[in-house]
């Protein structure tokens, strides 16, 4: 099964942007990406991306220990309301 996952938030003119995409030959891109643009006038003040590659195990090693800690707390934090 191939990764591919794209996710996108913002507020206040602010757009955010995560891609996932994995690749051939154990490689697996990550690139999020920021634009702000001026809500009155549409011009964009900052339009910038950063992406990084991973193999798999670099992947699961830098990204797990992070969403398995940020699944429990948003578990542990709807239980609670």
């Known amino acids: 099964m191939s990764l591919n996952y794209e996710a996108e938030f913002g507020r206040g003119g602010l757009l955010k942007t995560i891609k996932v995409k994995q690749h051939k030959y154990d490689l697996i891109e ?5 634009k702000l643009t ?6 964009v003040i900052v339009d910038s ?5 991973f193999d ?6 830098f990204f797990g220990t992070f969403i398995n800690d940020m699944k429990v707390r ?8």
């Not at 990550?30 to 920021?34: A, D, E, L, P, R």
């Not at 798999?56 to 090693?61: S, W």
């Not at 948003?74 to 309301?81: F, H, V």
């Open 38 to 43: 001026d809500e009155e006038t549409g011009k």
């Open 30 to 34: 990550f690139t999020i990406t920021s």
């Open 74 to 81: 948003i578990e542990n934090d709807q239980q609670g309301k």
């Open 56 to 61: 798999t195990k670099e992947f699961h090693e």
């Open 49 to 53: 991306a950063h992406t990084s590659f």
